[in-house]
């Protein structure tokens, strides 16, 4: 059974940076052809997806946000990171992560519950 | 960027009634057309994916069809559980986005 679970700092200030942890089990970040995605919600809003890390380090970011991100991965932990940079009331989201495999490109198969994040001075 | 047009915004519909969601590309996708459902206070479930394609536990009821840059959603027998919003979003090239979504309400 695969299962993600998002974590987050909650509520941060404008121009901090923003660091988000997915953690997850049933696959393996190490595994030819696994990869894990960040989507993000505004309440009420739609969703927007934000970068792909895959389990040879490819990655992909949305170019509308793309130098404020990072995304990164810890295999032996089963972890992949987002870090988004000088935020701003704007990010204020839902951040999901998602499962994505190769063998089924652009396909989420699987989300996280979701980390609510608030920026506010 | 890839932009995705769904229609209706909002779609009062009865209990075992047919219903039709429309998605509409800017520019072809193929069949990298993928549907979730997202339920009130829940995370998006994966519903479709490449048009057409049933998931596994997933109910028979929903089913998709189209190409290129024509797509529809179908539930054939809507139920109260289906009252939700529903996302297409394309796979074919990145960045990946979403449809702004229809939401199902009760009539």
């Known amino acids: 059974q695969v299962t993600l679970k998002e974590s987050g700092p909650g509520i941060l200030q404008p121009s901090q940076t923003l660091s988000l942890t997915c953690t997850f089990s049933?696959?393996?970040?190490?595994?030819?052809?696994?990869?894990v995605g960040w989507i993000r919600q505004p309440s009420g809003k739609g969703l927007e997806w934000l970068a792909n890390i895959w389990w040879d380090d490819d990655k992909y970011y949305n170019p509308s946000l793309k130098n404020r991100l990072t995304i990164s991965k810890d295999t032996s932990n089963n972890q992949a990171f987002l870090k988004i940079t000088n935020v701003d009331t704007a990010d204020t989201a839902t951040y999901y992560c998602?499962?994505?495999?190769?063998?089924?490109?652009?396909?989420?198969?699987?989300w996280g519950q979701g980390a609510s994040v608030t920026v506010s001075s | 960027d890839v932009v995705l047009t769904q229609s209706p915004a909002t779609l009062s519909v009865t209990p075992g009634e047919r219903i039709s969601l429309s998605c509409r590309a800017s520019e072809s996708v193929d069949t990298y057309l993928h549907w979730y459902q997202q339920k009130p206070n829940e995370s998006p479930r994966l519903l479709i994916k490449y048009a057409s394609q049933s998931i596994s536990g997933i109910p028979s009821r929903f089913s998709g069809s189209g190409s290129g840059t024509d797509f529809t959603l179908s539930i054939n027998g809507v139920e109260l559980e289906d009252l939700s919003i529903y996302y297409c979003q394309q796979g074919n090239s990145l960045p990946y986005t979403f449809g702004a979504g229809t939401k199902l309400e009760l009539k």
């Open positions: 998602a499962r994505f495999t190769i063998a089924a490109i652009g396909v989420m198969d699987a």
């Open positions: 049933g696959f393996s970040l190490s595994t030819y052809g696994m990869g």
